[in-house]
Nanobody, 125 residues
Framework: QVQLVESGGGLVQAGGSLRLSCAAS????????MGWFRQAPGNEREFVAA????????YYTDSVKGRFTISRDNAKNTVYLQMNSLKPEDTAVYSC??????????????????WGQGTQVTVSS
């Protein structure tokens, strides 16, 4: 059974930092794109960042560029999202996902097959 389990969420003041982790079990994803999405109350799920299987290529939505960094450790089957300079508008449930697609970066939710349950990130002003 494949599982993606996120951790590292919490409450932080604006300008602060958090590091999210997503540990995979049940299969390895070392040859797959991994991504992070977020969903705020009343909003649709939004793509945040994705990383290639080697970790050499990354892709970010414009609103987090320069503030968030996605990385992965294939030996640990884990992907990370370092979030700096957090803003209240970053408040959301953050979920990691694994894609079985090849080719261009997957940035739509339906391009991902496996999903975690999510971890809450709350940024106070």
């Amino acid at each position: 059974q494949v599982q993606l389990v996120e951790s590292g969420g919490g409450l932080v003041q604006a300008g602060g930092s958090l590091r999210l982790s997503c540990a995979a079990s049940g299969r390895t994803f070392y040859r797959n794109y991994m991504g992070w999405f977020r969903q705020a109350p009343g909003n649709e799920r939004e793509f945040v960042a994705a990383i290639s299987w080697t970790g050499g290529r990354t892709y970010y939505t414009d609103s987090v560029k320069g503030r968030f960094t996605i990385s992965r450790d294939n030996a640990k089957n884990t992907v990370y999202l370092q979030m700096n300079s957090l803003k209240p508008e970053d408040t959301a449930v953050y979920s990691c996902a694994a894609s079985l697609r090849v080719g261009p970066f997957p940035i739509q939710g339906n391009e991902y097959t496996y999903w975690g349950q999510g971890t809450q990130v709350t940024v106070s002003s």
